[in-house]
């Protein structure tokens, strides 16, 4: 179990400093080819380490904690219906192929400047600052079969997604400053408690 925890945290904890602030600004002041990589590059490191990843922990022996009450598996389908609504909307918002970085492997290739892409606050955004975030959390204990590997598994990557939540809202405050600033008074950041504001 030492050894899962260890994997895990280690690639939680790669994946935030490849994406950090310091390591983005190292590469945009080279420019060029390795600024058009460098989002694209980043995914696809990401999932490259991710998978076996995955495939290690669900051949480890695990001990279920039992069969789940019909009451915990209704509360899995409505946490599975959250991730959904969440990830569908992210998608009508965020620009995927920026998110990818295959918009800006494009605009290397055909000599264009790649821009950020800019502050919104529409559809899902109103209600929730980071639906993919919220998402991920929902979608990892709406998963079906808990037992002591999932729980420690789960456990780590819930609390690296409320860390990377809290990491993107430190680098939007200080890029965006009072207009994002303002938006946070308005919108939380993970729970969509305001719908009726």
């Not at 308005?186 to 969509?192: A, G, I, Q, R, S």
Request: with cysteine; net charge positive; aromatic share 16%.
């Amino acid at each position: 179990m030492l050894l899962l925890m260890s994997l895990w945290l280690g690639w939680c904890t790669l994946h935030s400093l490849l994406i950090s602030t310091c390591v983005k600004r190292w590469f945009d002041h080279r420019g060029g080819l390795w600024l058009g990589l460098y989002r694209l590059g980043y995914v696809c490191f990401s999932l490259c380490t991710l998978l076996p990843l995955l495939w290690f922990t669900a051949t480890l022996p695990q001990q279920p904690f039992g069969v789940p009450p019909s009451w915990l598996r209704g509360v899995q389908w409505m946490l599975l219906l959250y991730a959904l609504l969440l990830f569908v909307g992210g998608l009508r918002v965020y620009d995927l192929q920026t998110f990818l970085g295959l918009r800006q492997w494009r605009d290397y290739r055909t000599g264009h400047t790649s821009f950020p892409p800019g502050f919104r606050k529409t559809g899902i955004l109103r209600y929730v600052r980071h639906p993919w975030y919220s998402g991920g959390i929902a979608l990892l204990w709406s998963l079906p079969a808990l037992t002591d590997v999932t729980l420690v598994t789960r456990s780590i990557l819930s609390a690296y997604l409320i860390v990377g939540a809290l990491l993107e809202e430190r680098k939007l405050r200080k890029s965006l400053g009072e207009p994002y600033l303002s938006y946070c008074r308005e919108v939380p950041m993970l729970l969509p408690w305001k719908f009726g504001r």
